[in-house]
């Protein structure tokens, strides 16, 4: 089992945005950052490990990450896929047409429910790693990059901080449990 990248804990549950890091946290740390994907079930739990490489250094790590603009990206290449029919016209001839691909049909293809796609292409919700690989192959499109992981440095002197890091969160923690 995964230890929660935030407290320590046992039972990673989530994996939420925070800061633009992706981190494996437990359900008490959820509501530190953004929920991308719930771990839930047995399988999912196997799958978080396979994708931090621990044995690199964390400033050399290249993990996979969904483009920005995803949905918009599925929606225009689903549209751009002329799907050709013939109609038979008012003078009985046979006429050669071509209209885009709907929803239920790309759902089809990728073996997943029209739902779920819609919630994608509307941005709603994001797609795992295997199931944007499907759509890629179905689409002809690239929604899966290699990114390098970064590790900014904190600042040593306290004078010019803006934004609230992990540090700060759980000094917030701390002292709301002394309290």
Request: with cysteine; net charge positive; charged share 25%.
């Given at each position: 089992m995964v230890d929660c990248?935030?407290?320590?804990?046992?039972?990673?549950?989530f994996i939420i945005?925070?800061?633009?890091?992706?981190?494996?946290?437990?359900?008490?740390?959820?509501?530190?950052?953004?929920i991308l994907h719930s771990l839930e079930g047995g399988e999912a739990e196997q799958e978080a490990p396979a994708k931090?490489?621990?044995?690199?250094p964390r400033q050399f790590r290249v993990e996979d990450e969904i483009v920005d603009g995803?949905?918009?990206k599925?929606?225009?290449a689903r549209e751009a896929v002329k799907i050709a029919y013939e109609e038979v016209n008012e003078y009985g001839k046979k006429e050669k047409k071509a209209r885009v691909m709907t929803i239920d049909e790309l759902a089809r293809k990728v073996n997943e429910k029209a739902s779920w796609l819609d919630r994608v292409e509307n941005e709603r919700m994001e797609p795992t790693l295997e199931e944007a690989k499907k759509l890629e192959k179905?689409?002809?499109?690239?929604?899966?990059?290699?990114?390098?992981?970064?590790?900014?440095?904190?600042?040593?002197?306290?004078g010019g901080k803006t934004e609230l890091t992990l540090f700060d969160m759980m000094e917030m923690q701390k002292k709301k449990k002394e309290k």
């Open positions: 990248d935030i407290c320590g804990r046992k039972g990673v549950a945005a925070v800061e633009g890091a992706k981190m494996a946290v437990c359900p008490r740390c959820a509501y530190h950052g953004k931090i490489d621990y044995s690199t995803y949905g918009r599925i929606r225009r179905a689409l002809g499109i690239k929604l899966v990059e290699k990114v390098e992981v970064s590790v900014t440095p904190t600042p040593k002197s306290g």
